[in-house]
């Protein structure tokens, strides 16, 4: 799966105010809204990737609120960072409806994080392998630097909705309207986009990376690579790429810690008689004398045979368990005719789990 660029998803650049951002999110959580659309089952899935997206930019900047303000506790005065709220009815109403703009913005913030979901075979989770990948990111427009406009040129205010980004009508206070359609919530437009980037401020940009994947990593476990997420807001720094592995189901063998187990199929012959089997293992395969007599659930170890181990752990070993079978094509006879019997059974396991 490709990495999620949270910015792009809610249609703002790693240069938006929080204000915009919150603009934006409001237009898509409503248009995207299961109940805005009852016949589309997709909707719900969009409607959590757009809570997704706000969710993480938000908190992308309010850590780097919290470090701005420890920075300058020691300088400055409470009253000093954070002005009053309340300066009038019209701010009163505002911050009740959530559309404020913040009394004291911010400076900088980190930008977004990257995630890339691989998946690999559970033979080269247990021993280690390389992989490449691809992601791709949208870095800011060197010509415009990210605000989309032509050199020398300026945002203009929305005529529509007077750079309030919403649409009020009617008389009184209670005037809350719907999103400007014209500026989609932003409160300003731009007259003369960037040529090179056609107004969107960024542009996509494919980078590989070459990972290499020690042995034993687990299914779930997550690499991070620093600086290589989204752009950061007013030259903040960038985010983090996540690389999340998931290991996929084998057709013989199941970890169970850093075991692994599988389960060995015999014949009613060779459990009552005994014989000489081949067991694949992820290294190849591995021969042993089964005794007689042995019944369904009896259980053997390959010692050092799974995960590699860890300072803390030793390493995990193969357990094998044998399963009886008998052939439904054979009626049970005498003893004597146990010989039979194993003539008729399938051909064993041939592949080890390596292959």
């Not at 969009?46 to 780097?64: C, D, K, P, Q, T």
């Amino acid at each position: 799966m490709a990495a999620l660029d949270y910015y792009r998803i809610l249609g703002v650049t790693p240069t938006s105010t929080l204000e915009e951002v919150r603009r934006r999110y409001r237009l898509l959580a409503r248009q995207h809204h299961p109940d805005h659309n009852p016949g589309d089952p997709a909707a719900a899935a969009r409607f959590r990737l757009v809570v997704e997206a706000f969710e993480a930019i938000v908190a992308a900047r309010s850590r780097a609120r919290s470090q701005a303000k420890a920075r300058t506790r020691t300088r400055r005065n409470a009253a000093q960072y954070r002005q009053p709220r309340f300066t009038g009815q019209e701010n009163l109403f505002e911050e009740f409806f959530g559309i404020f703009q913040d009394a004291s913005p911010l400076s900088w913030s980190p930008g977004a994080d990257f995630r890339y979901d691989l998946e690999i075979p559970l033979v080269a989770a247990m021993k280690g392998t390389g992989a490449t990948i691809a992601v791709v990111h949208q870095p800011a427009c060197r010509f415009c630097g990210g605000a989309g406009l032509a050199p020398g040129t300026a945002y203009q205010q929305c005529p529509d909705c007077q750079g309030r980004g919403r649409r009020f009508g009617g008389p009184g206070l209670l005037r809350f309207g719907p999103v400007c359609e014209r500026c989609q919530g932003r409160g300003k437009v731009i007259a003369v986009p960037c040529r090179h980037c056609g107004g969107l401020g960024a542009y996509s940009h494919k980078k590989e990376y070459n990972l290499r994947i020690p042995p034993g990593i687990r299914d779930g476990d997550c690499f991070r690579i620093q600086g290589e997420g989204g752009e950061g807001f007013q030259n903040g720094p960038r985010g983090n790429l996540l690389v999340v592995i998931h290991v996929a189901p084998h057709d013989f063998f199941t970890r169970v810690g850093n075991d692994i187990h599988c389960k060995i199929e015999v014949s009613v012959a060779e459990a009552a008689l005994g014989a000489a089997i081949r067991i694949p293992t992820l290294e190849g395969f591995q021969t042993v004398n089964l005794p007689r007599g042995i019944q369904t659930g009896w259980t053997f170890r390959f010692l050092g045979a799974g995960a590699p181990g860890t300072p803390t752990q030793p390493p995990g070993d193969q357990v094998n368990e044998i399963i009886v079978t008998a052939p439904s094509n054979f009626i049970l006879q005498p003893w004597s005719f146990l010989g039979e019997l194993d003539r008729l059974e399938p051909e064993p396991w041939e592949r080890a789990g390596h292959e």
